[in-house]
């Protein structure tokens, strides 16, 4: 709804410039922006319909996602579960496994990048953690049925 509610403070969107414009030094900047990405967070948290052990997942998926040798038992010692029970409560409660979730945020996140035309394609690949440029068009046409430059051009269009 567009406010945000910390311990102190109800942050409505449309003011927030005007509460970093207040900031007399970095030091209340920093700490405007923290307690802000701190309520939201906790926000977050509270409409997730996933358990703290699934949403820290999804998070620890999205920052290492460019890593090409990342695989459920690197995430499984991260949340400190075996791969198999852990494979089994991810599924249970995203309908999907760790692998079609990896796999699937890595080609939409790299759906973003290739529409944002700031990098080049072997970029992305490495950003998005495919082993390769070439793999990455492969993956990248068997699912849109376009290479990334023809999705990169039929977007600017």
């Known amino acids: 709804g567009g406010v945000l509610m910390t311990a102190d403070k109800v942050y409505q969107f449309h003011e927030i410039e005007i509460h970093l414009n207040a900031c007399r030094s970095m030091q209340e900047v920093k700490h405007l922006l923290l307690s802000m990405c701190h309520a939201y967070q906790k926000e977050a948290e509270e409409v997730s319909p996933y358990s703290h052990v ?18 459920i038992r690197e ?8 791969a198999a029970h852990l494979g089994m ?22 759906k973003r990048l ?10 992305i690949a ?6 390769s440029p070439g793999y990455f068009a492969k993956v990248f046409k068997t699912s849109t049925g376009l290479t990334p430059v023809e999705y990169r051009k039929k977007r600017c269009e």
């Open 75 to 82: 995430i499984a010692d991260h949340v400190h579960l075996s």
């Open 126 to 131: 490495r950003m998005c953690g495919y082993a």
């Open 114 to 123: 290739v529409a944002g035309e700031h990098f080049k394609m072997a970029d």
């Open 89 to 110: 409560l991810f599924k249970q409660e995203t309908g999907r496994t760790m692998k079609q979730y990896l796999n699937d945020y890595r080609l939409e996140l790299a």
């Open 54 to 71: 699934v949403r820290t997942v999804l998070s620890y998926i999205s920052r290492h996602c460019s890593n090409v040798d990342l695989d």
